[in-house]
């Protein structure tokens, strides 16, 4: 099931063909105030009266799909955002930035780590170590 009418339906099924695979696709057909009227499906739009129990589960299935995406969108934005500030600081490269945030999960735990708990992180040296207490300390004084 897709967000999207007889058109987007097509494309859909004309990708899966393309790759071999061979399942059911339906669409949400909108009104002109985009509030769904019915699912497409082989090429046939069927209604779906307002207030029934169909019309109850696609409005569900579309509030969650509507959830999962922002979710999705916002946990993007913040691993920008992660990213970000961790290239402010010097000798912290792309490897070095990946390998913290594996072992720390947030920039507050790296924030707090400890000069030791820094090192023994994969691909630190002491200069990078070094570079991220100061950068903090830096920042939290500021």
Same mark, same amino acid.
């Given at each position: ?46 209604? /779906? &009266? ?6 109850? =589960?696609? #409005?569900?299935?579309? $509030? ?5 995406? *922002? ?38 735990? /790296? &924030? ?6 820094? =090192?023994? #992180?994969?691909?630190? $040296? ?5 570079? *991220? ?10």
């Amino acid at each position: 099931m897709m967000d999207g009418g007889r058109g987007q339906v097509n494309v859909a099924l004309e990708v899966l063909a393309d790759l071999n695979i061979n399942i059911p696709v339906c669409g949400m057909v909108k009104d002109d105030k985009h509030k769904t009227r019915g699912l497409i499906y082989d090429n046939i739009e069927v209604p /779906i &009266k307002s207030g029934s129990q169909c019309m109850h =589960l696609v #409005t569900r299935i579309q $509030d969650e799909v509507h959830r999962f995406a *922002i979710t999705y969108h916002r946990t993007l934005r913040d691993k920008r955002t992660l990213y970000s500030i961790l290239e402010e600081i010097p000798k912290i490269g792309e490897k070095r930035r990946r390998e913290l945030l594996k072992k720390f999960g947030s920039i507050e735990n /790296i &924030k707090n780590a400890t000069y030791e708990e820094l =090192l023994a #992180t994969p691909a630190m $040296d002491g200069k990078a170590a070094q570079s *991220i207490i100061e950068y903090f300390k830096q920042t939290s004084e500021a």
